[in-house]
């Protein structure tokens, strides 16, 4: 666990390949059935997906551009980073025919210093041919070259992982926000493609409309049971011009707001519950200051809650796993 009281993802691709690997997002020009009108128009309550991708990641750039100014970025930052992998995360990212897949996610995979990819889609945007696509980069048997440095390195075939948009377990909480799915077609999808080998990451938003904390930790059996490799968890942020800001000054009641101890010792209690094995990429995120009317927890980085988080698991004196229990649950609550 990496000295750590919970199952940093950090340190995942370190033990699996010896070398950090960063993540650099670039924006291939992909859109959203809840944006295009085939389960709906105008995204999730909560999303302007522009708050939640960096300025070197822009659709209009080539997707080699975008890695290179991403490169450049990282390297002063994460001096320590031996390759990269290329993040698809902006909308959904299987969300096009295989053709088009092939020919975006290839792109990215012509560098030679990125080492894998990482797919950022929802659950009802992908299927079996796919994910049968994808599994085979994985397996190093769909591209027509792989780096020689690379291979030499020991990383013989592309890292890939997909990582699902679920956010809540709870159907009615699904609905309520505008997802345009339900927690089965989830579960589905993240079976579906741990049964090809394929890692599988998930991300859930913590404090959404009308549930509660003890909601929050009941659907952790729930997360337990679904066979993920990884899961990110991020606060609730009232990001400007979105419905749910709206209806957060509408209705406040609806909403938790819970301040950053508050929100550190829930995510102490839902680290509790957690599968000792599963890897935490995320426990809070960042939207910068302009999407935003205020900063509810001040201009704290990422970094600073992490380090919160240590010392608060410390005075606590628990730890990722501590209250797991294996018993099943059903498919959603």
């Not at 959904?92 to 290839?106: C, D, H, W």
């Amino acid at each position: 666990m990496e000295s750590k009281r919970y199952n940093s993802f950090a340190g995942y691709y370190r033990e699996k390949y010896g070398e950090r690997l960063q993540k650099l997002v670039v924006d291939a020009g992909f859109t959203c059935p809840n944006r295009d009108g085939t389960v709906g128009r105008g995204g999730c309550s909560y999303c302007d997906n522009a708050a939640f991708h960096p300025g070197y990641s822009t659709p209009s750039m080539p997707i080699l551009q975008q890695l290179e100014e991403g490169i450049t970025f990282h390297k002063v930052r994460y001096r320590n980073a031996g390759h990269y992998l290329a993040y698809f995360q902006s909308f959904s990212n299987t969300y096009a025919p295989v053709g088009v897949l092939r020919e975006r996610y290839f792109k990215a995979l012509e560098h030679a210093e990125v080492a894998g990819i990482v797919i950022g889609t929802r659950p009802d945007c992908v299927d079996a041919e796919k994910l049968d696509f994808i599994a085979s980069i994985a397996a190093g048997e769909a591209l027509p070259h792989w780096h020689r440095e690379l291979a030499s390195g020991g990383i013989d075939a592309p890292i890939v992982m997909v990582e699902y948009g679920i956010e809540s377990c709870y159907d009615a909480t699904l609905q309520h926000i505008g997802r345009g799915h339900d927690f089965a077609c989830a579960r589905q999808a993240v079976e579906a493609t741990a049964a090809r080998g394929l890692d599988t990451g998930a991300h859930f938003i913590l404090g959404l409309p009308g549930e509660s904390r003890q909601m929050l930790l009941d659907q952790c059996s729930i997360i337990n049971s679904l066979p993920l490799t990884s899961v990110k968890f991020h606060q609730l942020q009232y990001v400007k011009g979105t419905r749910m800001e709206a209806e957060h000054d509408a209705r406040p009641e609806l909403f938790m707001d819970l301040d950053l101890p508050s929100y550190l010792d829930l995510a102490i209690d839902i680290l509790e519950r957690l599968r000792p094995d599963l890897y935490i990429e995320r426990i809070a995120g960042e939207v910068p200051p302009r999407f935003v009317r205020e900063a509810r927890w001040g201009l704290i980085r990422n970094f600073e809650v992490l380090r919160m988080l240590d010392a608060r698991l410390q005075e606590r004196d628990t730890f990722q796993g501590r209250l797991y229990s294996d018993s099943p649950k059903g498919s959603s609550i």
